[in-house]
């Protein structure tokens, strides 16, 4: 009932936990340089995180570029400005909505997914037979999937921007009387390479953070059937935070000028 004990218990659970991560994490990079490399298991996961996030990620951006173009018309009437509307809707999926609504969305499927299937396999010991059998369980389960989401997050931030800017279109022009050419006039002049490649390179990250979270829980898992659950819990929330806190550092360094 001590509260400064109580503090003291959590500061240290969460000092312990950031080295576990910070050992697992260089561990892992390590491995990713060392032969063999699994191609076979690498062209499995890209299909997983990549391929099969794409509905999800697609309908996101969708119905998110919609309602940015709706919400600017409707704030820009009030001021008179409802005619930067293409302008604003570009750069704000680009830059920000595109990345973290994809890597959100990313993080809820395939982060739960992999800390799910690695901790099932922890606590049923089929890590430690790996290990019996000469195969680094880092090299074989996790640098795959590191290697995956860090190539598909990208090319999905892509597609996402694409379908946003497009759900952003198609409301503009049937509900609030745009002209097509001129909004895409528009979005072409004021979108930039910059607003475009800082987008992809946080989508980069956040593939990289989405995989390690999913990786670091489903190796730390324990307790059977409750543990992977809790596993799976704190994978998705650890790297959905993690992903808005990378979102803000690396806003801060692309566009600090």
Not at 160 to 177: L, N
């Amino acid at each position: 009932m001590n509260p400064f004990a109580l503090i003291g218990r959590s500061t240290m659970n969460l000092l312990a936990h950031i080295g576990r991560l910070s050992v697992f994490t260089g561990t892992a990079l390590a491995a990713i340089v060392a032969p063999p490399i699994y191609w076979k298991m690498i062209g499995q996961q890209i299909m997983r995180i990549g391929y099969f996030s794409l509905p999800v990620v697609g309908l996101t951006a969708f119905f998110t570029g919609g309602a940015l173009a709706l919400q600017i018309f409707l704030g820009g009437n009030r001021f008179g400005t409802e005619a930067v509307v293409p302008q604003i809707v570009v750069l704000g999926i680009t830059r920000e909505l595109g990345p973290v609504i994809a890597g959100l969305m990313v993080a809820g499927r395939v982060a739960a997914a992999i800390a799910a299937e690695i901790g099932t396999m922890k606590v049923t010991e089929q890590i430690d037979a790996l290990t019996t059998l000469a195969t680094n369980p880092i090299k074989y389960l996790v640098v795959p999937r590191l290697i995956a989401a860090v190539l598909c997050m990208p090319i999905l931030v892509a597609i996402a921007d694409s379908i946003g800017v497009f759900g952003g279109y198609v409301v503009a022009t049937q509900s609030m009387g745009f002209s097509g050419g001129t909004y895409l006039k528009n979005t072409v002049d004021f979108a930039t390479q910059a607003d475009i490649v800082s987008g992809l390179i946080k989508a980069g990250v956040f593939g990289f953070i989405i995989a390690l979270m999913g990786c670091y829980h489903g190796f730390n898992s324990r307790g059977g059937a409750q543990g992977v659950g809790s596993a799976t819990t704190s994978a998705v929330v650890s790297s959905s935070i993690l992903i808005l806190a990378a979102n803000y550092l690396l806003t801060s360094l692309l566009f600090s000028q």
